[in-house]
């Protein structure tokens, strides 16, 4: 992540990467197929252990949903700025798909979320959380807090 300070993902290389972990690239190589993955594993647990703690809450409804939803994007704001400066946004958003994906087989018991329509419903809500609360967290605002949670609850019912 030191690295992606000063370079874009594409102008890296695992070579950077080696000297400033201090190991060979063998070893690199032995732990990851390539630097993309590091990313991958790098945000799994950070975006799989928010939806985890949201999946496990004992009561869950739109309102506590929006607002967790929004808070842990503005605590992502940087990290979100960071990555579309260094090219690496779309594996953050990947990462989201993935886990959100799970939080809703876990939360979700609609008779008809099966095959084709959960693939569907798990990528439009993915895409549309992930671009307007990455976007919203990435500049600031301008609208509140409160605005936006709003806007989530009307979006998800």
Known sequence: MQCLDKHTLSELSVTEICERAGVSRMAFYRHFKSKEQ???EYFTPIYGDFLDNLSNLTEINS????E?????FASQGAEIRKATQAGYYLLIF???TKKLAEFYDKTTTWEDYVSTKRQWWNDFMAAGLFYVLGNWAKHSGPETREEVIKMV????E
């Open 38 to 40: 590091v990313l991958l």
């Open 63 to 66: 309102q506590i949903l929006a």
């Open 68 to 72: 967790k939803l929004v808070d842990f």
């Open 94 to 96: 990947q990462v989201f």
């Open 153 to 156: 609850i009307e979006f998800h």
